[in-house]
């Protein structure tokens, strides 16, 4: 109504969010080779964060595709010890957890995102901190666009979503994602 009255646009958050996701690329795949993991061989590519020099990590499995709906993990690195203590991390999706599942499904994508940490963060993480008040870091949603333009470079467009809970992702339709729905960490034990 008020668009009209004074002969102006209206434009969507999710508008914009396109317009920036078409024009603005602030990420870089760099390097890509086939490696070998636990569940297999897997595909890496390095991107390069243009925005802030950080380089995130891919692994992905198979023939990715936008219409079919891909087994996606977006993981936020929190150290080593999501490699080596991966029984008692915190996420939902262990990286080893996320690779047998894409496994089991042959096909799927795993981003690793950068994530700077202190040593105080790990002590807490291993719950020997010597404050005993470091907080472990919490995921960023401003990570959010930078792993919706990896996975868009790589082919993603239906995601279901490696998760314990359901998480509320503002404005993955303006990056082309739609989260379809959601694989349990149950799906992938049994």
Same mark, same amino acid.
């Given at each position: ?11 969507? /958050?999710? *508008? !914009? &969010?396109? $317009? ?10 760099? =390097? ?47 150290? /080593?010890? *999501? !490699? &080596?203590? $991966? ?10 957890? =996320? ?92």
């Amino acid at each position: 109504e008020f668009s009209r009255q004074h002969g102006i646009k209206v434009g969507t /958050i999710r *508008d !914009l &969010i396109h $317009f920036r996701a078409d024009h603005d690329k602030l990420v870089e795949c760099v =390097a890509e080779r086939e490696v070998s993991t636990a569940q297999g061989k897997f595909m890496l590519r390095a991107y390069v964060d243009k925005t802030n020099g950080q380089v995130h990590v891919a692994l992905t499995l198979g023939k990715i595709t936008p219409d079919v709906e891909t087994p996606v993990r977006v993981h936020e690195r929190l150290s /080593i010890l *999501d !490699l &080596i203590d $991966f029984p008692r991390r915190r996420a939902s999706f262990s990286i080893d957890a =996320a690779l047998k599942t894409i496994a089991q499904r042959g096909f799927g994508v795993l981003v690793l995102l950068h994530n700077p940490q202190m040593g105080q963060e790990i002590l807490a993480a291993l719950g020997a901190a010597e404050d005993g008040k470091t907080p472990l870091q919490t995921w960023d949603t401003r990570r959010h666009g930078i792993g919706a333009q990896i996975l868009r470079d790589l082919g993603v467009g239906k995601m279901l979503l490696m998760s314990s809970h359901q998480l509320k992702l503002p404005s993955m339709s303006g990056f082309g994602l739609d989260v379809c729905g959601y694989i349990s960490l149950d799906e992938t034990n049994n």
